[in-house]
């Protein structure tokens, strides 16, 4: 009632109803260049920033009303716009993951292998807090490696994580029964104890990737066979010792693996870039996390657990 004596007050003054302006605002998904460190010149060149941040999946993660960006995606869209931009001369991965999957790990080694192939445009591999396993594996492909002193770096080998919780269901009067085409289909279930038989199949493909793991640390590291499996028994190594033991070629900060990069693509005065979605916020060379999207749900973030990973064989350092 009282709106309606409102509106008619309203009419009566001889004024219209309000009318409201609805603009809409577009919201492009794709790449957009941000420069986070200025060059000399008119037209600079650059040196591009890719991360390899977190843990390396090849699924989509975020909110659960709002999934997130899926980073093995992300990661080769952005060696594409790298390859694609002529003005690109090097690129530095700034490395802080404890690794993920082996197929995941495989994919991002292997675009970087591509890349250096294809435009021969030097990558630097710069290693932040940690630089393991599967993290320490995408290092390799570049062309040299940067680490901090204080980095965590190496975790050479493979884990396949299972559990049997088939006693506690017994307790609680709880009983599985697969219906299942062959014995092996439900190997490494957590329902049911791990049989001999399946204990030796996964430990033979743990071994196989442990082995493909180790010949790229050997053939890019430039190791021999006895400093290979001196390094490659899933202990960590502090920067500073990984560069003793030929790991990493040199300590410094993200500073100094941009300098090196700009040094290796022979372009001193350039500006140095970052690729983000829209509305994501870069500021710094060290800027990661995106500002909100506007948006009419909520976003509700979990973090990764890695008690919630789903099974496989993980390049992964995992202490905890």
Known sequence: MRLLTVICLILASGCGMPSFLVTPVSNPRGLRE???????????????????????????????????????????????????????????????????????????????LKFREETRKPVIASAQDVAASGGYYISCAADQIVV?????????????????????????????????????????????????DERA????????????????????RGLDEAKAAQVSDGRVFS???????????????????IALAKELGKAPNAEVVLYKRPYGYGGSIYARDAAPQPQAVINL????????????????????
């Open 34 to 112: 941000e420069t986070v460190q200025s060059g000399k010149g008119f037209f600079p060149s650059k040196i591009a920033i890719i991360e390899v941040e977190g843990l390396i999946l090849n699924t989509r993660a975020g909110g659960i009303l709002n999934p997130g960006e899926n980073d093995v995606s992300l990661f080769v869209q952005q060696l594409e716009k790298a390859k694609s931009d002529p003005d690109v001369k090097a690129v530095v991965l700034r490395i802080n993951s404890p690794g993920g999957t082996v197929s995941a790990s495989d994919t991002l080694y292997q675009r970087v």
């Open 148 to 196: 901090q002193p204080t980095s965590v770096v190496g975790s050479i080998g493979v884990i396949f994580n299972t559990f049997d919780i088939s006693g506690t269901l017994g307790m609680i009067g709880v009983r599985t029964e697969p219906i299942k085409s062959g014995p092996m289909k439900d190997m490494g279930s957590p329902f049911k104890p791990l049989g001999e």
């Open 201 to 220: 199949i996964m430990q033979g493909m743990v071994n196989e990737y442990y082995a493909r793991f180790k010949e790229v640390v050997k053939t890019n």
């Open 239 to 257: 920067g500073q010792r990984c560069v003793e033991l030929g790991l990493a070629d040199r300590t410094g900060f993200l500073e100094d693996a």
């Open 301 to 320: 973030n979990l973090p990764p657990s890695r008690a919630m990973l789903p099974t496989g064989f993980y390049y992964l350092w995992s202490p905890e």
